[in-house]
């Protein structure tokens, strides 16, 4: 039996363009022998279309789609993931309650089907409905009504999507019980560092504890805020791993299952992953949305240093504009250090300096103002200055921002966090360095090393106004990442005072988190639609 | 039997204070005689924590807010609702993949707690989890096991919670099938206009197919994009209405059940309501996030007059600070009328002119900017400035989009987006004109009746970069609130360049609405947190 991995890089909607990249991978597949060729998870429309599900005529579209393929398989099997659809009723009106639930009048289902030769020959429709964190596949599909198998081309098959095969005693062990000797399973699993592994092992013990061979199909690309990895992979019934797709890559992967031994797993270090994913999720952001350039205005520091860097690196230096906005404040060492990081990146640097504007807004304003006041208006001057060219290019901006300044509101609103995607928003400051670090000469050691300063007032440092980074990051990730409560983080030896300015500064914050552009998530737990908050809340435990 | 009806308006996370309210009201329903005395669906934390829910020592804390009112319910029945759970496990890590589900340690049930006289009787928790528009139960919620009954005082009650009651067959029926007598809905019913007649007919039809009394008790409140409307009533088996709660307003309402007569249900006007719900969320926003103070640019338009008007009446005249930016664009009518307006509002009003700032911000880029680029800057200036003096004032911007130009872009980020709430967000502009005539002479006629002007650039009319706004508003009600398609909407006799300028300006105005701040829900279908879209997605059908 021969395969076809097909890891493909869907984009949300865009159903024609989806349609054509799956029909291009099909005719590769067949062309090079396949017996089966498999797409991940809703790959008809790309993961999550989201409330476009319930916009009228979506799913005639995809159904057509659908039928395209189906007639595409002539002389191979094809497994595409898509939605599927009851409809129970049309229209909707105040008269009837149950139409003011969104999409009342249709059951969804997010769907696997099986294609072989012109013929729809059945589907698996997804069981385990994720609805944490990033996920919220129960506001719009039903689960399915259970495990079955298929018999293709003489061997016993079972398909499952995504979190089927995330939860014990689920699908996969359904339909090994069912004879299954191969179960299949399709998915768009965002990227965070670590993940990788934690698929390979749980993929492991489902091979080994059923007897099966187990073949993930995952799909690639940068959505908003996410990033899919690829990475898809063949573990054996004795949980050896056969075969490892690369990460971050779309590609057609074709394998003869008989034929697999087994291959190291690749080595997964954090750093470097995240750097790959953030290049992904940049790039993807920019051209999905239909653009080719990017402005970062750089300060001299290292946030935006790497911002640049990555962006650099994601799109071509003649794709990015950075711009230099020195204020009175700003330090000589600050001007020859954006200098020299443009230089290195070989990209257009533009000098505006703010303080004419600056001037401008203390004359006409009836006090001058002082103060913080006065910082987030240098930052928001700059802000404005980029939203400006941006406009004027038709460029996207980029922000600077990492997670640790976001968490605490270390930061102005409509300063420097505007932008259209914010790259490093998933970073703690200190994993900041080491991705700049890892960045090797491109950026200056002493960007690297020097203490930072936001720089909005003379001689300012970052650590005059908050912990060390080193302590103020850890603090985060067990109140980030493990929800640690305020009683639990003084008992784990964070210092009183310490605990209470941060869960300060992080609870009255949640309103200029809720306004800013999409981060690429990179950890378990990222600021964005993966953490819903109140914004007025009280709570303060 | 005696009745007390606490409608409250609970904070989210403030788990003190709403103990606080409801230990009151259950000494003031116990000193009234009262025999039960119900409170809101999630009283106890307020309607919805979010991911709060998993915060460790949330469900710890309320527990404890719970024991006290057990022990509070000396002499009287109470039904309140809360959070209940069970927790399976303790801790979090990644080499267990199923720690990573946001949550998963526990099992969390949105429940009403029936309390006699120090003991906690029994609960019943919600079998019906809303996941669609506003609603995200699913993420956070377990079913509960199926609808019980009690016995109280000699009556069988069925007690069920909000959504419950919404479908046919569901709790309700089989409440009723078990005896029950009374069935008490509580709920956090979010306000939009008309759905206060939708509920009381639903409950008709509840009590007479069931032959049983029917008591529906909901909370009051702004919460962020949401106001819970209050309006508790009590429906008999006959499907009278027999008592009706005022709305938006907070209140202990005791009755004599046995003594009711039917009343006649209230007139309910849109507009009317819609002013109140707005009026209760400006009110709500502020205070329930601290402050006291508001500013609102008046440009003289409607939209930032009515803004202004609502602010001081939910607040006073102290309260409000309005600001008029000129440009050299900027008419006289303009600026009589922004006159015109604070002194009618008897408010501060503060002149800052823009022309210097912008000046200055001409001068240092590399280009004079022109035509929309040149248009954003004045309006990005105008942000800066209301911004700047927000945080000179520790006072809150009010922003004055409207949702006809919210969805198709009409607006500048981080220009006349700025603010903390978007208090008229969900009227579209032919709404905007009728809150603002039926405000009365607090808005000038003429700025009512002038024809409307971003006035960005030298004789402006919306009307020249957008359909009329009868015709556009019609087609945006179709295209948001029913998810009419393309085709559809040229089907329904809309000219086919106009649906294709304004679905053009739609999706490509997806990146603004996510950077907004939120509005107020006044309608099935308003932008925020009930209509979720991915930003890159391409689908424009």
Redesign the interface.
């Known amino acids: 039996m021969r395969l076809g991995i097909a890891q493909i890089n869907p984009?949300?909607?865009?159903?024609d363009?989806n349609l054509a990249v799956i029909l291009a991978r099909i005719d590769e597949a067949h062309r090079k022998g396949c017996d089966l060729v498999v797409f991940p998870e809703l790959s008809l429309c790309?993961y999550?279309?989201?409330?476009?599900l319930?916009?009228?005529?979506?799913l005639e579209?995809m159904e057509e789609a659908l039928q395209k393929i189906v007639r595409a398989s002539k002389g191979i099997g094809v497994i595409a993931g898509g939605v599927s659809s009851k409809i129970h009723r049309e229209g909707?009106n105040?008269?009837d309650?149950?139409s003011?639930?969104?999409?009342?009048a249709t059951t969804l289902f997010n769907a696997a089907f099986l294609i072989e030769d012109g013929k729809l020959l059945g589907q698996e429709v997804k069981l385990l409905l994720?609805?944490?964190?990033v996920y919220?596949e129960?506001?719009y599909f039903t689960s399915g009504p259970g495990a079955q198998v298929f018999d293709f081309r003489g061997t016993r098959l079972g398909i499952n999507i995504c979190e089927d095969f995330?939860?014990?005693d689920g699908p996969t062990d359904t339909q090994a019980s069912l004879g299954a000797e191969w179960v299949i399973n399709i998915s768009a699993s965002p990227f965070f560092a670590?993940k990788a592994g934690?698929r390979r092992r749980?993929a492991a013990k489902r091979a080994k504890e059923n007897g099966i061979t187990f073949i993930y199909v995952n799909c690639v690309g940068g959505?908003?805020d996410i990033v899919y990895d690829g990475g898809s992979f063949i573990v054996s019934p004795e949980g050896d791993l056969l075969f490892q797709a690369p990460f971050f890559t779309e590609g057609l992967f074709v394998l003869d299952l008989e034929g697999l031994a087994p291959v190291p797993p690749p080595r997964e270090e954090t750093i470097p992953l995240i750097h790959r994913a953030i290049l992904l999720g940049i790039h993807?952001?920019v051209r999905?949305?239909g653009f080719s350039h990017v402005i970062v205005g750089l300060s001299g520091g290292v946030d935006s240093a790497l911002v640049a860097a990555l962006a650099v690196e994601a799109l071509g230096p003649d794709a990015v504009t950075c711009v230099f906005l020195p204020s009175e404040i700003t330090s000589q060492e600050s001007r020859e250090d954006a200098l020299e990081v443009a230089r290195r990146l070989s990209i257009e640097l533009?000098e505006?300096?703010?303080e004419?504007?600056h001037?401008?807004?203390r004359?006409?304003?009836?006090?001058p103002?002082t103060g913080?006041?006065e910082e987030?208006?240098q930052a928001?001057?700059r802000?404005?200055?980029l939203?400006?060219?941006a406009?004027?290019r038709n460029a996207l901006v980029l922000a600077p921002g990492n997670k640790s300044e976001i968490a605490v509101g270390y930061n102005t609103?409509?300063g420097d966090t505007?932008g259209?995607l914010a790259p490093i928003a998933d970073l703690y400051k200190t994993q900041v360095y080491k991705l700049a670090a890892a960045m090797g000469d491109r950026i200056p050691k002493r960007v690297v090393k020097k203490a930072p300063t936001a720089e909005l007032r003379p001689g300012q440092r970052d650590e005059d106004d908050l912990p060390p980074y080193s302590v103020l990051d850890a603090l985060l990730v067990e109140l980030i990442e493990?929800?640690?409560?305020?009683?639990?983080l003084i008992a784990h030896g964070f210092p009183k005072e310490t605990v209470k300015d941060v869960l300060t500064r992080y609870y009255q914050s949640e309103?200029k988190r809720?306004?800013?552009?999409?981060g690429i998530k990179v950890s378990?737990?990222a600021f964005g639609i993966g953490?819903?908050?109140?914004?007025?809340?009280?709570?303060r435990?």
């Not at 319930?54 to 979506?58: E, I, V």
């Not at 003011?100 to 009342?104: P, S």
């Open positions: 984009h949300v909607g865009h159903l363009r790309g999550l279309p989201c409330d476009l319930w916009r009228a005529g979506f579209r909707a105040l008269s309650p149950s003011l639930l969104d999409g009342a994720p609805s944490f964190d919220s129960k506001r995330w939860v014990d670590g934690i749980l959505q908003d993807d952001y999905k949305s533009l505006i300096p703010i004419g504007v001037a401008a807004y004359n006409v304003l009836p006090h103002p913080l006041t987030n208006l928001r001057t802000g404005v200055l939203m400006t060219l406009n004027e609103l409509y505007v259209a493990k929800n640690t409560s305020r009683e639990e309103y809720r306004q800013l552009p999409p378990p737990k953490r819903r908050m109140p914004i007025t809340h009280a709570y435990g």
